[in-house]
């Protein structure tokens, strides 16, 4: 099977080196900059139970150079995919799968909707078809400690299934099998969804407070959760998400303070996009925030809470060059 990945950052680069070593795939990646660089020279370097694994890898900044695939894992950041989509195409034959591993709501979440604050215009939409597409969510916590080196942290879940499906547990498409398959002999631990909008609303479900948040404050999430008004803050907007959820078939089950005590066990935690805060880096605001207020509008879901939550991130995130100040508002 030939693999690329498309971003070799912390997940990215997680996922290839993993692919790399277990020698199932031909693995490449789509990559620029330092870590091109350094994947070119060092290969692909994963860190993981004290013990550095080291795998030759082929890397280039051209998708023309590495040609087409059997799988394409995305691995970017949610505003850098518009517009780096287009330029995929030759990497993306009829039989391709499209797995991206990336957080927040996809560009492909609302069937017949195009949500703009996720992709503007449908253009990723266009260039990476939904019947291609095997849903992912990434259940590990991982960190880049320079370009191409990845340090892994905890856990290595990985759910899979296929968004067009919403059927009993057991039955699955042949495309979810291999790449459930070809993930689970590099020794990820893989759950086959029989709903993967569900298991991606669930993991935002908790992300939408917690990232900004943390962003926004410097906060791990066991401060987050231990200040009872910030906390209190936090379950209002996870009751509106509910509600928006539930429009979709994503019904939450679960209380706020239910989510809280599952998140309370991870102590100490550092969220990515406070990460993204500490490094300099652009936050996936919109993926995680913003498409949840669209989605909110789109339904008629009253959002205050959503809309408080967005217009403080967006404001602190933009104050420290960190989004986009001609970023159109969603109100």
Known sequence: ?????????????????????????????????????????????????????????????????????????????????????????????????????????????????????????????????????????????????????????????????????????????????????????????????????YDIWYKLWGNLTVNPVSAMTGATTDRILADPLVRDFCSAVMLEAADIGARVGCHITQTPEQRHAIASKLGAFKSSMLQDVQAGRSIELDAIVAAVQEMGQRFSVPTPHINALLGLSRLFARTHGLYPEAAALLG
Do not use: Y
């Open 1 to 197: 099977m030939k693999v690329c990945i498309v971003g070799a950052g912390a997940v990215g680069g997680f996922i290839g080196a993993r692919l790399a070593a277990a020698g199932q795939a031909d693995v490449s990646a789509l990559a620029r900059g330092a870590t091109l660089l350094a994947l070119q020279e060092h290969g692909w370097r994963l860190t993981m139970k004290g013990s550095l694994q080291q795998v030759p890898a082929v890397a280039s900044d051209a998708a023309s150079k590495l040609g087409v695939q059997d799988l394409v894992v995305i691995a970017v950041k949610a505003q850098a995919l518009s517009a780096l989509a287009p330029s995929l195409a030759p990497l993306l034959g009829p039989n391709t799968v499209v797995l991206p591993a990336m957080n927040g709501v996809p560009w492909w979440f609302c069937e017949g909707i195009v949500l703009n604050s996720v992709d503007p215009g449908g253009v990723i939409a266009k260039a990476l078809p939904q019947q291609q597409v095997v849903g992912c969510v990434v259940h590990a916590s991982v960190s880049t400690t320079e370009p191409g080196l990845v340090q892994h942290h905890m856990g290595q879940g990985l759910i899979v299934g296929d968004p067009r499906l919403r059927e009993p547990k057991g039955r699955q498409t042949a495309r979810v099998q291999a790449v459930a398959d070809l993930l689970q002999h590099s020794g990820f631990e893989v759950t086959q969804s029989a709903d993967i909008r």
